[in-house]
C-alpha cells in the first residue's frame, strides 16, 4: 500500500497536475458551439459534457446529411439542364 498523501488521501495512478489534451478539446467544443463561458463548462461534469458532445455530434450529422442532399439535387439539376439543352454532360 502506498503512503498517504493528504491525511487518508492516496495516490492511485495518474496524473492531477494537468489535464488532457482531450479534456481541452471537449471543452472548445462545447464553447465553440454553443458560446458558453469556460466556468459554465469546467463546472459540468462528465456524464454532462458527454451529453452536449453528443448533441454536437447529432447537430453535425445531420448538417452533413442536409448537405449531401442539397449536392445530390444540385447534380441532379445540371444534368437536367443539360440534357435539355441537348449537350453532352461532361463525366468528371
Known sequence: MRP???GRVYAVGGSISRLSESVYR???DIAYHFHWNRSEIWNMNKREKNMWLA???RIHREMRKE???ETAEQTARVIAAYKE????YPDA
Open 4 to 6: 498517504p498523501l493528504f
Open 26 to 28: 471537449e471543452a472548445a
Open 55 to 57: 448533441q454536437i455530434n
Open 67 to 69: 448537405r449531401e442532399s
Open 85 to 88: 439543352a441537348q449537350l453532352p
